[in-house]
C-alpha cells in the first residue's frame, strides 16, 4: 500500500495479452464491478502487446490510481531479472535520469544507472519495458513469462504466511507448499494405484492482523491444488505456471475451513478460529476412498478378464467355459460392485465427512467407475441369458420334432396289440418303432451341434 511500509491490499489482478491496442480497456477493466472477485474493479492491469516491441509499451503494468497501491517491489525485482540476464554486460553510458528508482541517473553507491531501465512511472503507479537501445538492440531481456512469474513472486498473498501442519498441535510453522503429506494406515495403502494419492492437512496461522486473513478466493484453491499436484517431484516456491486451471480441482467448504481435491489427493485447510475442522472423520474418508478406488481397479482387470473369456466362448475357442459359470462370475461381481457403492452410502460419519467423501468420489471418478462396471457386467449378463433362452427354445423345437412320431407310434402299437393278439409280433413292431424314434432323437441333437458350431475362420485374437 502506498505510505504504508509493509502493509498489503488485496486486490483482483488481470493479465493479457492485447493484438490490438485498446485505450478503453484500462477504464474498462478498473471500473469492473461484474467480473472480478471482489466486484471493486481490476486493481492492477498487466498487458503486453507484441506489436509494440521495443518502444517500451510492449510489457506494462498499471494500479488503479484510487486503489491505493503502488509497484515499487516489482519495479526493483525486474531491474534485478534485468541485470541477471545481462551478466554484467548491461549498457549504462548514457543513463535515463527521470526514473525514481535511480536518481541523478545513478545507483545506490554511485555508479552509472542503465541506458533503459524499466519505467516506473516516477511514483510506481506505472512499470513499463525498456524501450531500445541505441544499437538497435532490445533493452529488455526478460519475456512477458518472466514479467508475469516477477510479478506472483512478489505479490502473491500466501509468500508469507505460516501454517500448522498436520494434525499434532505441536508441529512446526511451514509455508503451504512445505507440508508434507499425511501417513496414512496400511489398509488404505494396498495394491499399487494408477496414480498416488496424498493427503494433506495444515492449519491457518494469524499471530497479528499484520498476516493475511482467512479468505476463500479462486487463488487460494488453484495454490492448494498446485501444492498436491507437485508433490514430490518439485519444491520450492509454488510458481505461476504451476496454477492449475479451475476445472481440475473441486472446492468443498467445511465448517472451520475448506477442502481442495484434485485427481492427485486433497488438501484440508483449517480457517484457524474456534471452529476447527475435525480431521479424523475426513482423514477416514479419505482412506475409504482410497480402499474403494484399489477395489474398482482390481475389480476392473477382473471384469476385462472375464470380457474375454466371454468372447472366447462365443467364438468357439474356449470349450472349456460354461454360461453357468460365467453367469455365476459375473454375478459375484455384480454383488461385490454393489456392496462398495452401498458402504460408501450408508458408511456412519458426520456431515462433512459425508460431504467430503461425495467430492472425492465425484473427482475421482469414483462414482462413474462404479456404475460403468456394473452396466458391464449387467450387460454381458443379458447377452448370456439372452444366449440360453435362445437355445433352450431352439431345443424344444427340435425335442417337439422328435416326438411327432409317438404321436403315430403309440395309436399303432395299441391297435397291434388290439387287432393280433400275438405278443412276439407285437413286441417285434413295438422295438422297431422304439428304434427308429432313438435314431431319430440322435439326428436332431448332432443337427442341433451343426447348427449351433461357430462360423467357419473365427477364432479369437
Request: hydrophobic share 40%.
Amino acid at each position: 500500500m502506498v505510505g504504508a511500509k509493509g502493509r498489503h491490499r488485496l486486490v483482483d489482478t488481470y493479465l493479457a495479452e492485447e493484438s490490438i491496442p485498446l485505450g478503453s480497456l484500462k477504464v474498462f477493466a478498473h471500473t469492473d464491478r461484474l467480473r472480478p472477485f471482489l466486484k471493486n474493479g481490476f486493481a492492477v492491469l498487466a498487458i503486453y502487446r507484441p506489436i509494440a516491441t521495443g518502444d517500451g509499451f510492449d510489457l506494462t503494468i498499471s494500479v488503479d490510481p484510487h486503489a491505493g497501491v503502488e509497484l515499487s517491489e516489482l519495479w526493483r525485482k525486474l531491474e534485478e531479472g534485468e541485470n541477471e540476464r545481462w551478466e554484467g554486460e548491461r549498457p549504462c553510458g548514457n543513463p535515463r535520469r527521470d526514473i525514481r528508482g535511480y536518481p541523478g541517473g545513478a545507483r545506490a553507491g554511485g555508479r552509472n544507472a542503465p541506458d533503459e531501465p524499466w519505467y516506473d512511472g516516477r511514483d510506481y503507479t506505472l512499470v513499463a519495458a525498456p524501450r531500445r537501445l541505441q544499437d538497435g538492440r532490445l533493452g529488455s531481456k526478460l519475456t512477458w513469462t518472466d514479467v508475469r512469474e516477477a510479478l506472483w513472486q512478489v505479490y502473491q498473498p500466501f509468500r508469507d504466511l505460516k501454517v500448522t501442519a498436520g494434525t499434532g498441535a505441536a508441529a512446526d510453522l511451514v509455508s503451504l507448499e512445505e507440508c508434507s503429506p499425511e501417513t496414512l494406515p496400511d489398509s488404505s495403502r494396498v495394491g499399487e494405484l494408477r496414480r498416488k494419492r496424498h493427503l494433506f492437512l495444515a492449519r491457518w496461522h494469524r499471530p497479528d492482523n499484520t498476516a493475511p486473513a482467512f479468505r476463500v478466493t479462486p487463488t487460494l484453491g488453484r495454490y492448494l491444488a498446485a501444492c498436491i499436484n507437485r508433490h514430490p517431484t518439485a519444491t520450492g516456491p509454488v510458481t505461476l505456471g504451476e496454477l492449475p486451471d479451475e476445472t481440475s480441482y473441486s472446492l468443498v467448504e467445511l465448517p472451520g475451513g475448506i477442502a481442495v481435491i484434485t485427481e492427485h489427493g486433497a488438501f484440508v485447510l483449517d480457517a484457524g478460529r474456534h471452529d476447527q475442522v475435525r480431521s479424523e472423520p475426513l482423514k477416514e474418508e479419505f482412506c475409504r476412498a482410497l480402499r474403494i478406488l484399489h477395489r474398482l481397479e482390481t475389480s476392473e482387470q477382473g471384469t476385462h478378464a472375464l470380457l474375454d473369456e466371454a468372447r472366447a466362448y462365443f467364438r468357439g475357442v474356449r470349450r472349456d467355459l460354461s454360461q453357468e459359470n460365467l453367469l455365476r462370475r459375473l454375478s459375484l461381481e455384480q454383488i461385490e460392485i454393489a456392496l462398495e457403492q452401498h458402504q460408501a452410502r450408508t458408511a456412519p460419519v458426520i456431515p462433512e465427512a459425508r460431504l467430503f467423501g461425495e467430492a472425492l468420489r465425484a473427482r475421482w471418478g469414483i462414482s462413474n467407475w462404479l456404475d460403468s462396471l456394473s452396466n458391464d457386467v449387467e450387460r454381458i449378463k443379458d447377452v448370456l441369458h439372452s444366449r440360453s433362452e435362445l437355445l433352450n427354445s431352439r431345443h424344444t423345437a427340435w425335442f417337439a420334432g422328435a416326438a411327432l412320431p409317438l404321436l403315430f407310434t403309440i395309436p399303432l402299437a395299441a391297435f397291434t396289440i388290439a387287432e393280433y393278439h400275438d405278443w412276439k409280433t407285437v413286441t417285434g413292431i413295438i422295438a422297431g418303432l422304439i428304434l427308429v424314434n432313438v435314431l431319430l432323437f440322435i439326428g436332431f441333437l448332432r443337427l442341433t451341434a451343426w447348427l449351433d458350431r461357430p462360423p467357419p475362420g473365427s477364432a479369437a485374437p
